[in-house]
């Protein structure tokens, strides 16, 4: 099915081929890129252009969305349609493979059928009973497999896959083991009774069949003799399959497949796919169908249906392109109604240009020679339209502009011989402006330098007072630092003393600290004296210890016990004396560190002696400070009064200077605003000069351009 985009490009590629020039060119004589003609901006044009567009958009639109409603709607009724088949197909098949799992259960519970399996597992039976109990098996999986012609055949098959140990129905291949074999059948026997579909072999379950067949298997279970367990095998035709989903077809070129838990084809109505995966899988489990790509990369809509007995998926697929074909002529008769679309769009834009375009364009050549200067130009439009409204006002404007042009042409020259007359007038009274302006000029230019020099001996004095105020201050900051100073003086005096006083503190505590360390070091030695003679004692305590293990042991059993009171009264002896030598040691270390500080002590003893001398002279210091900071305070009070007297003297010249500069300020500006009214009246008369010159050149091109106009 081709593609609604492939679809457009054939319109698009019909419409290219309808030339729009020639036609145009025949309706009415227009052409293209000319003054004269309709050009390609016109706005009958533009009309055209867009009614053309519009009406074949709209239609191919139209058309389109017909074609995907209707799409839409065939998918749905053939997804449901085909949903039903395949669920009515899947019921069938699960009824089938249902058939087969009862008949397992029965042969499960039969019990003759048990008790055969028992009796040819017994190690002591006889072979007559053996082989009528073989033959009873055999009978009976003939009768179930003869009377079922879908079924390949039916196997008693031993859990260690031995062919004399197993039993077939007539017609089975013979049995083989190997890994794919063992793997299906431990699959089988540890699912502990349960049932188990394996997936379709191309040539059975041993692989020596001659037709692809599906196998189930369960385990017959014998919880009191183990080694009576079989696998039970059932081997089904897959032609079987075939021909209970015969009739079921979906769409043209679909086919039905039936898919294992791993995608894998357990049936097909091609054999070649057979335990190969499949490309096309089901979907979720919310729905019932969807689409999806093929191996050639084309869309099919798929249809599912899940087996309840085995697990596995029926899938039924057709290309959608099957179901479309239908709707595919409404492309066609889409592209129809879009060809005589675009021709109606054609001739009405014919005719939208005839009573639109062509008047605008005769409008317009009149607007043209407007405004090249002919006033003469009128409309003959006939109708009563708006474009018929716009003629007949266009023709009025016209009547109005040559009226104004006409009295305009009178006005301009009365304007021009009024314009010669005031610029006569204005050039003379610029002159004598000029005059005024400069004279005055001269006298504020002298009141100006006046005031200048007066301002200067006025900043002058302001400096002075300015300077004469800092040396004011300065001498305020000296004096608040002076009595700073002496008061530090004051209090770094009074702490001398008291660091003199603790000095002195400091020494007798050094020489009781000295005292006392003598104490330690004979303590010290009297501990050591001590120490020696415990260590005699444990000497003397290990003596005795060895002699009464010595005779413990020369009275043999009777002297063990005080045997081990000896070993233990020689433990404690060692015990004690390291205890000792660790008392020694932590004793002699403290003796060191008492004869260290009494050295530290004796050393520091001189440098308290010279710290006390200093601090005697840093006091000494001290007072001489407080002597000199007096003397220079009553100096800096004589400084501030001599420099108060220059401050009033100071402030009376600052006012002197201030009342001369006042009046010649006052002077500088009446004259500066004398010489500005002059200046600004010469400014006038230059510019009233300049407005006559300039409304002399303009009247004389008013008049220059009303020559242009017909009137």
């Not at 079922?148 to 008693?156: A, C, N, Q, T």
């Not at 608040?480 to 400091?506: F, I």
Request: proline share 2%; hydrophobic share 40%.
């Amino acid at each position: 099915m081709k593609s609604p985009r492939f679809q457009f490009r054939k319109i698009g590629q019909l419409l290219r081929r309808i030339s729009m020039k020639p036609l145009l060119q025949k309706l009415g004589g227009l052409r293209f890129n000319s003054v004269k003609g309709m050009q390609i901006n016109s706005v009958g044009m533009k009309l055209f252009i867009i009614f053309f567009c519009t009406v074949v958009l709209l239609s191919s639109l139209l058309g389109l969305i017909s074609y995907n409603n209707s799409k839409n709607i065939i998918m749905d009724q053939v997804s449901t349609a085909a949903s039903q088949s395949i669920v009515q197909a899947a019921d069938k098949l699960d009824f089938l493979f249902k058939e087969y799992e009862n008949s397992s259960r029965q042969i499960a519970v039969d019990q003759s059928i048990k008790a055969d399996l028992e009796l040819v597992n017994k190690p002591d039976v006889g072979i007559v009973e053996k082989t009528k109990a073989e033959e009873e098996l055999r009978r009976k999986l003939d009768a179930i497999a003869g009377s079922d012609k879908r079924l390949m055949g039916i196997r008693l098959l031993s859990k260690d896959i031995v062919a004399t140990k197993s039993y077939v129905s007539t017609g089975n291949s013979s049995i083989i083991s190997n890994e794919k074999s063992q793997a299906k059948v431990k699959k089988i026997i540890d699912a502990k009774g349960q049932i188990v579909w394996l997936p379709t072999e191309k040539k059975g379950f041993f692989g020596t069949a001659t037709e692809p067949t599906v196998t189930m298997g369960r385990l017959l279970r014998n919880l009191q003799n183990p080694n009576a367990e079989y696998v039970l095998l059932y081997e089904i035709k897959e032609k079987s399959l075939s021909d209970l989903l015969s009739n079921l077809q979906i769409g043209e070129g679909g086919d039905i497949r039936i898919l294992n838990n791993d995608n894998t084809v357990v049936y097909s109505n091609n054999a070649d796919l057979l335990e190969k995966p499949s490309f096309i899988i089901a979907g979720g489990k919310d729905s019932t169908f969807t689409t999806m790509k093929n191996e050639q990369g084309v869309d099919q809509l798929v249809v599912y249906k899940q087996l309840p007995s085995t697990g596995w998926d029926m899938i039924g697929f057709a290309p959608v392109s099957s179901f479309v074909k239908a709707t595919n002529k409404l492309l066609y008769v889409t592209l129809v109604i879009v060809v005589v679309a675009a021709l109606l769009a054609v001739l009405i834009g014919y005719y939208i240009v005839r009573i639109v375009g062509r008047p605008l364009v005769k409008l317009a050549k009149l607007m043209e020679e407007g405004e090249r200067g002919n006033l003469k130009v009128r409309t003959h439009f006939k109708g009563k339209d708006e474009i018929g409204r716009l003629g007949v006002s266009f023709n009025r404007m016209m009547q109005q502009i040559a009226k104004l042009v006409d009295q305009t042409n009178v006005s301009a020259k009365e304007v021009l011989a009024t314009a010669q007359q005031l610029s006569e007038v204005s050039k003379s009274t610029a002159i004598t402006a000029g005059e005024v302006a400069s004279a005055t000029q001269e006298i504020a230019q002298g009141a100006a330098s006046m005031a200048v020099e007066a301002e200067k001996g006025n900043m002058l004095t302001e400096n002075i007072g300015v300077k004469m105020n800092t040396v004011v201050e300065s001498n305020k900051s000296m004096e608040l630092a002076a009595d700073r100073v002496q008061q530090v003086s004051k209090q770094g005096e009074e702490y001398m003393h008291e660091l003199v006083q603790k000095t002195n503190k400091t020494a007798q505590m050094n020489q009781v600290v000295v005292e006392n360390s003598d104490q330690l070091k004979q303590s010290t030695s009297s501990i050591r004296k001590i120490l020696q003679v415990m260590v005699d004692m444990t000497q003397q305590i290990n003596i005795l210890s060895v002699n009464a293990t010595i005779e413990a042991a020369r009275a043999g059993v009777a002297g063990k016990g005080f045997m081990v009171i000896a070993d233990r009264i020689r433990e404690l002896a060692d015990q004690s004396k390291q205890s000792i030598e660790m008392v020694s040691g932590i004793t002699d270390e403290i003796q060191k560190g008492i004869e260290a500080t009494t050295v530290a002590l004796r050393q520091a003893a001189p440098l308290f002696t010279e710290q006390m001398e200093s601090v005697h002279e840093a006091s000494g210091i001290f007072e001489n400070v407080r002597g000199q900071m007096e003397d220079f305070l009553e100096q800096i009070n004589n400084s501030t009064a001599s420099v108060n007297e220059l401050i009033e003297s100071q402030q009376v010249l600052t006012e002197t200077i201030s009342s001369v500069s006042a009046v010649v300020e006052q002077t500088t500006a009446s004259t500066e605003e004398v010489a500005s009214m002059s200046s600004e009246q010469y400014l006038v008369s230059e510019k009233l000069v300049s407005l006559s010159n300039k409304l002399q050149e303009l009247s004389d091109t008013l008049k220059k351009s009303l020559v242009m106009f017909e009137t």
